[in-house]
């Protein structure tokens, strides 16, 4: 069993700046894969960013890339989700995900095995 806790989220105007946390813990953090996903009222689930187990692979979606940075701390078992030159349309809950069974960064939400509970980021004119 995986639990995950984001933190991080709240109020920002546009262009500015926020950093998601993710702690981690029960199983082999360093392991595995980790995802950031959000998603927008009425809207389906999308993939923001996701990091391999030893940080050596990143990916992004094309709408974050440049803005957006993934990066993790095995020793604290945790996945941080940087991000600068915030946009209205980054408004959404993000969530952070663990994909136990691959060693691969999959889009999918599907993929990921556990989930935490979310954290709302709401960027305002």
């Known amino acids: 069993q995986v639990q995950l806790v984001e933190s991080g989220g709240g109020l920002v105007q546009a262009g500015g700046s926020l950093r998601l946390s993710c702690a981690a813990s029960?199983?082999?953090?360093?392991?595995?894969?980790m995802g950031w996903f959000r998603q927008a009222p009425g809207k389906e689930r999308e993939f923001v960013a996701a990091?391999?187990?030893?940080?050596?692979?990143?990916y992004y979606a094309d709408s974050v890339k440049g803005r957006f940075t993934i990066s993790r701390d095995n020793a604290k078992n945790t996945v941080y989700l940087q991000m600068n030159n915030l946009k209205l349309e980054d408004t959404a809950v993000y969530y952070c995900?663990?994909?136990?069974?691959?060693?691969?960064?999959?889009?999918?939400?599907?993929?990921?095995?556990?989930w935490g509970q979310g954290t709302q980021v709401t960027v305002s004119s």
């Open positions: 995900a663990a994909n136990v069974r691959s060693p691969y960064i999959n889009r999918r939400p599907v993929a990921y095995d556990y």
């Open positions: 029960g199983r082999t953090f360093s392991s595995y894969v």
């Open positions: 990091i391999t187990w030893s940080g050596g692979s990143t």
